[in-house]
């Protein structure tokens, strides 16, 4: 998949991916939904986005994850 939304600069906000290059993380967008915020409430929160960027966000992190091995702590 190709992100069209999702920017990195390293002269912004230490080169972590963000949303159209605006200084909203991708990380505290998945964040927020992860929380549980509704996302008219994320919406609100961030006037400069738009549900498409919410929800690429959430597939930009779902192929990151799926690109590293992370270590889980057995029960």
């Known amino acids: 998949m190709k992100f069209t939304r999702?920017?990195?600069d390293p002269k912004?906000?230490?080169g972590?991916?963000?949303i159209r290059g605006l200084r909203i993380p991708v990380a505290t967008v998945v964040?927020?939904?992860a929380?549980?915020?509704?996302?008219?409430d994320i919406?609100?929160?961030y006037p400069d986005l738009e549900p498409d960027d919410i929800h690429e966000a959430l597939h930009y992190a779902a192929v990151?994850?799926?690109?590293?091995?992370l270590p889980l702590?057995?029960?």
Not at 35 to 40: F, H, I, L
Not at 64 to 69: D, F, M, P
């Open 6 to 8: 999702i920017t990195v």
């Open 12 to 14: 912004q906000m230490g």
């Open 16 to 18: 972590a991916p963000c």
């Open 31 to 33: 964040a927020m939904v």
């Open 35 to 40: 929380d549980g915020m509704p996302e008219a």
């Open 43 to 45: 919406l609100k929160a």
């Open 64 to 69: 990151a994850v799926r690109e590293r091995e």
């Open 73 to 75: 702590v057995a029960p």
